[in-house]
C-alpha cells in the first residue's frame, strides 16, 4: 500500500496552459499532463491507493473556485482513492467562514504555499489560519523553504517556521520538502526539540528539462543526499515523515524508488509510504 501525500492536478480545459506557465517559471518539465486521469493511470502503474491533492489560492478571490472544485474531486473519486484539499489566502479576512465551509463538506486539510502567497509563514495572517485550521482537526500541508520558481523568495525558510511551531504548536501540520527545501540544514538543529511533520515530496529525485535540441537533461536543482535524509527522518521521528510525490514534478515510480533505495528499514518505508498517512487521513488499512 502507498499513500501520495503530495500531488497536483489542474482541470483538463486549462492543464496545458497552467503546465506551460509553471515550466517556464521553475525551468522543469513535468511528467504527466497535470489531468487526472493521468494521475490515475499513474497510480494504477505504482499501486498507489490514495493521492493527495493539493490547489493554492494564490490570490484572495480563488478560494471558492478551488473549494468548490475539491469537494466535487472528492465526492466523484472517492472510490478511486482521490482526496482533494481545499486552499485559502492570507489575505481572506473570512478564513474562519471559509475553514468552516470545508470542515463541513469533508475536506480534510488546507495548503498554503507562503512563496506563490507572497507572505512570510510567521505572518499573523498565516498564525491565525493555522491555529484555526487546527481547532477544527484539519490538516495543514505547508511548502517548506525555498521554492525552484522564485530563488531568493525566503518566506518559508526556518527562521520564520519555527517560531510558528513553537508558539501554535500544531500537532496536524505537514511541512513539504521535508521541511525546508534547499535549506534542510537550518531546520535540523530543531527538530529534536519541536513536533515537526515532514513529506518527502521533490526532495531525492532530479528534476528535468528539455534543451534547445529537445533532449531530457537534468536540472542543476539542489537534491537531498541520503545521509542527509536519514538524518533529519530520524531526528523528525519515522511517524512524523509522509511519503509524496510532487507529481507531476516528479514520477510518482521515482518517487517510490528513492525511499526504497534511501535506506530506511522495511518497517520503517511502511509507516512512511502509508501508516502515518492512514492514521492521519483516517484511511483502513
Known amino acids: 500500500m ?33 489531468t487526472l486521469d493521468c494521475l490515475l493511470h499513474s497510480m494504477k502503474e505504482n499501486s498507489i491507493s490514495h493521492s493527495v491533492i493539493l490547489p493554492v489560492a494564490t490570490n484572495p478571490t480563488q478560494y471558492k473556485t478551488i473549494n468548490m472544485t475539491a469537494a466535487q474531486i472528492n465526492e466523484k473519486y472517492h472510490d478511486q482513492g482521490i482526496i482533494s484539499f481545499g486552499s485559502l489566502h492570507p489575505d481572506n479576512d473570512n478564513y474562519k467562514d471559509i475553514i468552516n465551509s470545508l470542515a463541513k463538506d469533508g475536506i480534510k486539510g488546507i495548503k498554503l504555499h507562503p512563496v506563490f502567497q507572497g507572505v512570510y509563514l510567521d505572518d499573523i495572517r498565516y498564525m491565525r489560519i493555522i491555529e484555526y485550521a487546527c481547532e477544527k482537526n484539519m490538516i495543514v500541508m505547508v511548502h517548506g523553504g525555498m521554492d525552484i520558481s522564485f530563488p531568493g523568495k525566503d518566506y518559508a525558510v526556518p527562521s520564520h517556521i519555527i517560531p510558528v511551531v513553537k508558539k501554535l504548536k500544531p500537532d496536524k501540520m505537514i511541512l513539504a520538502h521535508m521541511g525546508a527545501w534547499d535549506c534542510w540544514d537550518e531546520l535540523i538543529p530543531f527538530l529534536s526539540e519541536c513536533h515537526i511533520m515532514l513529506d518527502t515530496s521533490f526532495t531525492m529525485t532530479p528534476a528535468r528539462r528539455k534543451n534547445a535540441a529537445g533532449e531530457v537533461i537534468s536540472v542543476d536543482a539542489p537534491l537531498l543526499s541520503k545521509e542527509k535524509f536519514l538524518k533529519i527522518a530520524r531526528l523528525a521521528g519515522i511517524e512524523n515523515v509522509f511519503f509524496g510525490s510532487d507529481s507531476p514534478w516528479t514520477m510518482q515510480k521515482e518517487s517510490i524508488q528513492s525511499i526504497k533505495d534511501s535506506g530506511l528499514s522495511i518497517e520503517e518505508q511502511e509507516f512512511v509510504f502509508y501508516r502515518n498517512a492512514a492514521r492521519l487521513l483516517k484511511i483502513d488499512i
Open 2 to 34: 502507498i499513500i501520495d501525500f503530495h500531488v497536483h492536478t489542474f482541470p483538463e480545459e486549462i492543464a496545458v496552459k497552467a503546465l506551460s506557465r509553471l515550466s517556464k517559471s521553475a525551468n522543469i518539465m513535468p511528467y504527466t499532463d497535470g
